[in-house]
Every structure is written in C-alpha cells, then in structure tokens.
C-alpha cells in the first residue's frame, strides 16, 4: 500500500491501516450518501484534497474491496464510486463519529464549507442517541436543495431519502448551516426561526416528539407552539 502500517495483531489497529489515514473516513463518509464521480469528491466535496492524492485514496480503497468503480447509468463514458458491502459495514462508524462530533465542531468548523447531505447526516447522527419514537409517523426535512424524511414506524426511526409517501406530520425547512448549527446547539431553534432561516409546519405536539427524538427539546409547550405556529393550520 506504500504506507507505514501499525503492525499489530489488532482489530482497531487493522481497521485503521485501512482507514486511518487522512481524507479516507470522509471519501467513505460522502459515498454513504451515495455514488459520486472522481470530479464531485475533488470539486464539490472534499475541497482541498489535492488530485493524486485523491486518486491514491480511491484506489487503495479499491483494491481493498472498500468501494468499486462502476460506470455512471446513462452515461457510457462515466465513471462513480460506491460503496461495497463492506464500505456500508463503516456506516454505523461514520454516524457514530458524527454523533460525538456534534460537541465537538468550533466556531471555526462551523464558518467553513457545509453541504446539504451532511444535514442528513447530521439527522441519523442525531437520532442514534435519541430514544425510541412511540408514534408511528413521519417528518419531512427540506435541507437546502436536499429532501428526507424520518420514519417513525415500530419503535424504529430511521431517515429515508426523498419525501415520505403519506403526508408529513411535520415539515422543517432550513438551510444546511443553519440545520447543522441547530445540532450543535450554536443556534437556538427560536432564534433560527425568527431569523428566517429555519420553519416549521405542523403541529406543537408533532414537533415537541420530533425534537425529543433529536434531543433538542424546547424548555416549554408553549414555545413549541409557537414554533409550530407556521401551521397549526
């Protein structure tokens, strides 16, 4: 692989001959999102990574069954990467990472490049920790130019892309930093909401079992209410 290696006889040690390395755990985390091509990683998401070294990290990733290159469907020429049953096995790291780093982002992470995807990411992180949902129902988020939904079905929340297929109990609506800001409690959900920059559309109760589900709760019922009051219609 051309790199220093632990060289020890453990688990932790060998996951991280692998994936140790820097930008590796973000190429994983932003194919968790889905496919991408060499040009979105380089361009869009991963800024700052120089091109070689770019094409080094897939390519390790490659040989070590991590992710595969296929081509682009309806494009003859094209080329993405996705993961590989083994590259999904990360996800559940990937989120767990995310969870603690929530407490962890500084004023200057939060100033720096942010996409849509990363507030879904948020989401599931957010959602690990949380507890069980006790109502089956769905919430819908409009994340920058990003839609999911939370699924509440059977004790189980989960977030799903696009739009759920029976209406919403809940809508929220906000930009990526300011959706992410709210993760890392730098942004109040009132004060987002009077900014501008986040709404809501439901009802109080939805939005208070949807928060605690998050582990955002409001400090009161009525200011649920009137964080919901963009529709209690």
């Not at 129902?137 to 696009?162: K, L």
């Amino acid at each position: 692989m051309g790199t220093k290696r632990y060289a020890q006889m453990c688990a932790v040690a060998a996951a991280l001959d692998l994936v140790g390395e820097r930008w590796t755990l973000l190429i994983i985390r932003d194919l968790t999102t889905g496919p991408k091509r060499y040009n979105q990683l380089l361009e869009e998401t991963l800024v700052g990574i120089g091109p070689n070294l770019l094409a080094a990290r897939l390519q390790m990733l490659t040989e070590q069954g991590v992710i595969q290159r296929e081509p682009v469907p309806g494009d003859g020429r094209g080329v993405q990467y996705r993961l590989t049953a083994s590259g999904e096995a990360l996800r559940p790291v990937i989120i767990g990472l995310a969870s603690w780093g929530l407490s962890h982002i500084s004023s200057y992470e939060a100033d720096g490049l942010v996409r849509s995807e990363w507030g879904r990411l948020a989401l599931e992180a957010m959602l690990s920790v949380g507890p069980q949902p006790e109502v089956d129902e769905s919430y819908e988020f409009r994340i920058g130019d990003e839609v999911f939904h939370v699924s509440c079905e059977d004790g189980v929340a989960r977030v799903v892309e696009g739009s759920p297929p029976d209406e919403p109990v809940l809508v929220v609506t906000a930009d990526p930093e300011t959706f992410i800001r709210i993760g890392t409690e730098q942004v109040g959900i009132l004060d987002a909401m009077l900014s501008g920059s986040l709404t809501v559309s439901g009802d109080s109760t939805s939005l208070t079992r949807c928060l605690r589900l998050l582990g955002l709760e409001l400090t009161s019922t009525a200011q649920a209410a009137h964080a919901a009051h963009a529709d209690v219609s």
